[in-house]
């Protein structure tokens, strides 16, 4: 499974953003797909993710309610919609593919084993 994330940009304190990541390859359909960030100075950590299996839906604490996860499989995207962006989301963005599907271990970084390249995302003040 291949992934290629865009959408990026620099944007104000409240704004919307919306990242797209296009995924293609053999059995593409039977990989969970999430998005993790990284700040510069800091660890990448997870932000979200979509099983598979069930569809459903996980947000780390800090962008629930203000994020959004969603997959289109008839066009081979995953998009993260991001609103009322902080200072404190501005990251590399990368989306990422498991062959896992359950919550103990989508949210360990090391069983997440397809990954994108980063699409930068700057919020200013």
């Known amino acids: 499974v291949q992934l290629q994330a865009s959408g990026g940009g620099l944007v104000q304190s409240g704004s919307s953003l919306r990242l797209s990541c296009e995924v293609s390859?053999?059995?593409?359909?039977?990989?969970?797909v999430g998005w993790f960030r990284q700040a510069p100075g800091k660890e990448r950590e997870f932000v979200t993710y979509?099983?598979?299996?069930?569809?459903?839906?996980y947000y780390v604490d800090s962008v629930r309610g203000r994020f959004t996860i969603s997959r289109n499989e008839a066009r081979n995207m995953v998009y993260l919609q991001m609103n009322n962006l902080r200072p404190d989301d501005t990251a590399n963005y990368y989306c990422?593919?498991?062959?896992?599907?359950?919550?103990?271990?989508?949210?360990?970084?090391?069983?997440?084993?397809?990954w994108g390249q980063g699409t930068l995302v700057t919020v200013s003040s």
């Open positions: 990422a593919a498991s062959p896992y599907y359950s919550y103990s271990d989508l949210t360990s970084t090391i069983k997440w084993t397809n």
């Open positions: 390859g053999r059995d593409y359909r039977s990989y969970s």
């Open positions: 979509k099983s598979y299996r069930d569809g459903k839906t």
